[in-house]
């Protein structure tokens, strides 16, 4: 379909589409969220609510039967008549609705890799208050996780895999001290913590590169301080949590690329 009617890009080069069930797809332009079938020429590509003033919309997630996501202007969305900044929004199925407006008023909590696990979406968020931290969205009411009470963990590279949630976070012990960087696992009730490098040093980076490699382990890439940075595995576990393949013997770091199973 000519999404923009003439010479002019319809589309960019890094539009994100996501699954909207079977046959559908969404995807958002500068002229807002689009929903199709995908069969050109006949009417099926449409903007979904010709209402909203919404464009700059990213980090789309479907939960359930709405879909999620941020946008960089909301122009005339507002909670209790005051404007907000880039927040959680949903399309319900018949129109872009303000799902929560987390850093209240025109400043931008800028939520960010909205996954699904379980009966809730996960994602980073900032307050104004505890910094960029991990928060939760179960379709009602939005709600917080201080992981590091000393600064912002921000906390990135969601990524689900037998009935777990793995991310990287830089984080904070139970005594308040931020011990860097490191392995996050939520099993749906309890949040883990691993410190693979002990202290406040980096055991992971931003791009830990998680990939389930059986049933019940995942392989990523990070650094105990001993090996450099390596390929590592984990069942969710402290215990099962292991350095399996040193790939440049001592502190040299062999694991420098993404991984991927074929």
Known sequence: DDLVP??????????EFVDGGPGTLYFATAEGLFKTTGFPGL???????????????????LFGSNLMFQANDAAGYTNGGIPVGIELL??????????????????????????????????????GISGTELWSWDGVMAAGTDLNTASS??????????GKMFFSAD???AIDTDIGRELCVH?????????????????????????????????????????????????????????????QPGTSSGGRYILGVN
């Open 171 to 173: 984080v904070s012990n």
């Open 90 to 127: 949903q399309f319900n199925g018949t129109q872009i609705v303000l799902a929560a407006d987390i850093r209240y008023g025109a400043s931008s909590s800028s939520p960010k890799g909205m996954t699904t696990f379980g009966s809730k979406m996960y994602f980073q968020a900032n307050n």
């Open 153 to 162: 963990s921000s906390p990135v590279g969601f990524y689900v895999h037998s």
């Open 187 to 247: 099993d749906g009730t309890t949040l883990t913590k691993i410190d693979l490098w002990p202290g406040p040093a980096n055991g992971l980076g931003t791009i830990p590169a998680f990939t389930g490699m059986t049933p019940n382990k995942v392989c990523f890439l990070a650094n105990d301080g001993t090996t450099g940075t390596e390929l590592f595995e984990t069942d969710g576990t402290a215990a099962n949590t292991i350095n399996c393949v040193d790939l």
């Open 43 to 61: 009417g099926t590509t449409v903007l979904v609510d010709p209402a909203a003033t919404v464009t700059g919309i990213q980090e789309m997630e």
């Open 6 to 15: 003439g010479p002019d890009a319809g589309l960019s080069s890094s539009i």
